[in-house]
């Protein structure tokens, strides 16, 4: 069911049986396989690719020529910057049939995937996790983490609002947790032994 057709450009190719929400627009030269479920207020950017087997939430953003295989899912205010690469095989073969291999990626709320990074397939992205430009990421990443580089390494924290967060990798030895606050919001965020967490709703 297509919420608002009259939001999808005439050169999009949205599959009967796919599923998008009120409010979503698709851009130009975008194809959505009949099996994907799209949520409200969703922009798809040109050329985008989401596949059969794909769950996005709402008010998700994907820039332009941002291919999302069968076994992503997106959460709510997902951003996909432009040109970034998701997988859904972690050793492929032309010649070797592994649809039934496929490993489940899933990026938690308000996470950001930088500008041609990749997301090997299997991975986690935490809640308003940060994927620097160009990362390439092989593991799990923390909610609110940044992790930037080839491989991705976990380099800092960030809050909601994509501001670094003046807290460092780790807790000191003697203490049981930092405090620190968004430099543009002031919401608050605790570090603990788990990691980062939100101290304002």
Not at 85 to 113: Q, W
């Amino acid at each position: 069911m297509i919420e608002n057709p009259e939001l999808i450009h005439p050169s999009a190719i949205v599959d009967e049986g796919a599923a998008v929400g009120a409010g979503t627009r698709i851009w130009h030269f975008a194809h959505v396989c009949a099996g994907a479920r799209i949520g409200s207020g969703c922009s798809l950017g040109q050329g985008v690719f989401v596949g059969n087997q794909v769950e996005i939430g709402h008010r998700v953003r994907i820039q332009n020529h941002v291919s999302v295989y069968d076994g992503v899912t997106l959460e709510d205010e997902v951003f996909c910057g432009p040109s970034m690469v998701f997988t859904n095989v972690i050793n492929p073969r032309a010649a070797v049939e592994r649809k039934h291999e496929y490993r489940p990626t899933r990026v938690r709320r308000g996470a950001t995937l930088g500008a041609n990074c990749t997301v090997v397939c299997g991975a986690t992205i935490g809640s308003y996790a940060f994927v620097a430009a160009g990362a390439v990421v092989r593991h799990d990443v923390p909610d609110f983490a940044l992790v930037a580089g080839v491989p991705a390494r976990h380099v800092g924290w960030m809050s909601r609002h994509g501001h670094r967060l003046d807290l460092p990798l780790q807790l000191p030895a003697g203490h049981s947790e930092l405090l620190a606050a968004c430099p543009a919001q002031k919401d608050r965020y605790r570090l603990t032994a788990q990691g980062v967490a939100a101290l304002d709703a």
